[in-house]
């Protein structure tokens, strides 16, 4: 299976579905249908979470080997450093190696419920650059993707800042960037001219999601600290209870965001797909790529 740096080496953009590990055997079902259908527009790969507080420590990896099986496309598995000590983030590593992994997301994870900030686990990191360095120092040849934060991730106190700690990553030997999901194109633009006057070399690419359901989505914005452009905002209540044009809406406004990121150069498009296919399908299928 093919690493990062390789597939960013393509001329045609890199296009990436980002997929959770569902829960229960009807929701394997929906996402082989997704799967099925997405692979029409040959994915360059496609990423699986990792859960949070360490909840799908194994899934993950089986879910990512099952991907590469059964449709012969790379995939990256996130990974974080919640509740797991140093040695046990390598075997992991190991194991993530021995399915024929080639990815890793590499992440610091969140706080896990109930608590308010981030703690390392006992003997454990602290930081996603330091998972970055002990990917390397294990695994060299394994390709890394880290998180990066357009509108500044939510816990940092500046945006300057929060750059520095992605140079941290990408000095630690991240290969590619890929960002938190935004809606305001601009967002993307200004932090991309940051990011270059900063000297990051590495690709940075945007991460976008389809907007399928407003209540989920504005929730989903709020947590992470997206702006929702006041707009679209109004136009969706006022289809509020009318799910086929909110997607409608959604897949329109993604649409024109995607061609815009891609007219501007952007080295590929990574989509949080939420394992549902109806609006990845409709945009990649309406995209100039
Ligand atoms: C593309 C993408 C995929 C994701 N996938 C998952 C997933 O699968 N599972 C999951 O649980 N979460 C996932 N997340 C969410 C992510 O875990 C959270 O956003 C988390 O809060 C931060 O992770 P990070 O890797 O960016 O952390 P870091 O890069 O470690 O940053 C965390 C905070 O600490 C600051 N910081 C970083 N390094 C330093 C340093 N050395 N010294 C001082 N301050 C520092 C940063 O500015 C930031 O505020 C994903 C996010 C993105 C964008």
């Not at 082989?32 to 909840?55: K, M, N, V, W």
Request: hydrophobic share 35%; proline share 6%.
């Amino acid at each position: 299976m093919i690493p990062l740096p390789q597939l960013f080496q393509s001329s045609k953009p890199v296009i990436s579905i980002e997929i959770f590990p569902p829960k229960t055997p009807r929701g394997d079902e929906l996402l082989i249908e997704t799967l099925d259908t997405l692979r029409e527009h040959q994915p360059a790969f496609i990423s699986c979470t990792y859960g949070a507080g360490g909840s799908t420590r194994t899934r993950t990896i089986d879910l990512c080997q099952q991907i590469q099986e059964r449709y012969d496309i790379p995939t990256t598995a996130h990974f974080t450093c919640v509740g797991s000590s140093k040695e046990e983030l390598v075997d992991w590593l190991t194991a993530a190696s021995k399915a024929g992994i080639q990815n890793i997301m590499a992440l610091r994870g969140d706080a896990p419920k109930g608590e308010e900030t981030f703690k390392p686990a006992e003997g454990g990191l602290t930081y996603a650059n330091e998972l970055v360095s002990l990917i390397r120092e294990h695994h060299p040849e394994m390709g890394i993707g880290v998180a990066a934060y357009p509108e500044k991730h939510p816990e940092c106190l500046s945006a300057d800042l929060d750059l520095e700690n992605l140079k941290r990553k990408i000095d630690a030997g991240a290969d590619a960037a890929f960002t938190q999901l935004f809606f305001d194109n601009s967002r993307f633009f200004g932090f991309r001219e940051r990011y270059d006057a900063s000297g990051c070399k590495i690709p940075l690419v945007p991460g976008i999601m389809p907007i399928t359901e407003f209540a989920r989505i504005r929730r989903i914005s709020a947590m992470c600290g997206s702006d929702f452009p006041a707009g679209l905002a109004h136009k969706l209540e006022a289809v509020q209870d009318d799910a086929e044009a909110q997607l409608e809406i959604g897949v329109q406004h993604a649409v024109e965001q995607c061609q815009e990121l891609l007219d501007q150069g952007v080295p590929g498009i990574h989509f949080y797909a939420l394992n549902k296919s109806q609006a990845c399908q409709r945009i990649l299928s309406e995209l100039k790529l």
